[in-house]
Every structure is written in C-alpha cells, then in structure tokens.
C-alpha cells in the first residue's frame, strides 16, 4: 500500500474459519435467493463494488483495467448513474477497499496509486466485506476479475450463499483457464445469483464488454442490461442468459 493512500482497509471481521457447508445448505441458499429481485430504488444511483485481485501475476490486467473503468463510468451515466467502491487484495493479507466514487477519473486515481504485489488470494474477505456494504446500504452488484482461487471452497459457498440472500449478484470474470478457478466462479456466480465469464489474457475488447455490461445491470437492473438498443457482444448475451 502506498505511504498517502486514503482508502480505509476492509474490516478485519471474524477470521475464524467458516463451517463446511453441505450441498443441502446451499441449494436451500440458493432457493431462498431466487425469491429476492434486485432493483435500485426510484432516484437513487447504482452502487457496484469492482474487486480486483491485485497480486503480482494480475498486474498487465489491472493496468487494462484502469483504462477500461472510463467506459464503464459512460455506459452507467445513459442509465443513471453510478457509485463505485474499488476493493483489491494483495501481499501478505493486505485488503483494501476505496471510499465510494461516482466519477471515472477519481477512481483511476485511486487505482493508479495502487501497485501489484505477491500474495495468495482473498477472495472470501471480498464477499464478505460486500456482504457488510449491502448490509449498511443497498449494492446493486459485485464485479470480480481474477484468474486464481487458494480457498476453501465451502467457504466461499457460504459467503456466497448471503450474498444472494442480500440481493447482491457476484459478476466473476475469471482471465485465463485456471480449473480451480473456474469451479469456484461458477459456484460463486450461482449462489449469488450472478453469472461468470472468462476472457482471454490481454483480451481488453472482452473485459471492457463485460465490464460494461455490469455497469449497466447495476445502474439499471435486468432491464437495462437487455436493452436492445445497447451495442452488445456475445459476452453481454452471456451473462443476460445466465441472469434471465
């Protein structure tokens, strides 16, 4: 972390292990969540939390991402807005989260103070300081870009699982074609009601399309993200699949 950083860390929370989840526990997660239906309330802009593994394998992608993140702030503005939290986790146990931005320029600000480092991922302090966000004010979504997992799955399950229950999809964009990764996305993105996609390393064109797509699910809802009148790839109709 820089010396002059103003983003406050992600709250520690209970680092005790979770407790292993059946696969009963987490259909009933999963049924619980499809009665829930994400919607902004009238006026109000979109909240999207973007997390980024920023350990040293994903720094050409976080670069990319910082210029792509401008687009995403365009597509959000024609539907109505959007707040952006970024969170990243890097080095040993270091997981961060900025203070919430509504414009492109101050979070590629934020991010440009923010370099790579080594270290294994983090993936559930991301869905569980998420799932403390939604609990203070309601976030429309969860973007994640990341090509590894090193956790308990069961774990993640869980954090996923109350995420869902919260009304809080996990959008996974995995880089690459880790298996371990995908597995733990998919289940990610299931419970959560969310939807994954992988894109291929330094594929720009295909992160910035998915990026783009959920800023508009979060500014707009479903609605919003199946408009016909956006110009979308098949990576959008992809995630609008996985959603509808």
């Known amino acids: 972390m820089p010396q002059k950083t103003p983003d406050p860390p992600v709250q520690q929370g209970d680092n005790r292990p979770a407790p292993a989840s059946s696969r009963p526990e987490i259909d009933a997660f999963l049924a619980r ?3 829930l239906t994400p919607r902004n309330m009238a ?3 979109g909240r999207l939390i973007f997390a980024l593994d920023a350990t040293m394998s994903r720094e050409p992608t976080w ?9 995403m702030f365009r597509e959000a503005a024609a539907i109505g807005g959007l707040d952006v939290q970024l969170v ?3 080095g040993f146990g270091e997981c961060g989260a ?3 931005v509504g414009d492109a320029e101050r979070l590629a600000g934020l991010m440009e103070g923010i370099d790579c480092r080594g270290g294994h ?7 569980a300081h998420a799932r403390r966000e939604s609990e203070r004010r309601r976030v429309q979504a969860l973007v994640f870009v990341g090509d590894a997992m090193e956790e308990a799955l069961d774990d993640l399950s869980v954090a996923a699982g109350e995420l869902g229950l919260l009304g809080v999809p996990a959008f996974m964009f995995q880089e690459g074609d880790d298996p371990a990764a995908e597995q733990a996305f998919r289940e990610i993105a299931r419970l959560s009601r969310g939807a994954y996609c992988r894109f291929d390393p330094g594929a720009a064109q295909q992160l910035a399309e998915l990026l783009r797509a959920a800023a508009a699910y979060a500014a707009g809802g479903l609605k919003a993200l199946a408009d016909p009148s956006r110009r979308t790839g098949p990576a ?3 995630l609008l699949r996985q959603l509808s």
């Open 33 to 35: 969540a499809k009665s």
């Open 43 to 45: 006026g109000q802009r």
């Open 63 to 71: 670069n990319v991402a910082r210029r792509l993140q401008i687009d």
């Open 88 to 90: 990243y986790y890097r």
């Open 98 to 100: 900025s203070a919430w």
């Open 121 to 127: 991922t983090q993936i559930g302090r991301v869905l």
């Open 236 to 238: 959008t109709q992809k």
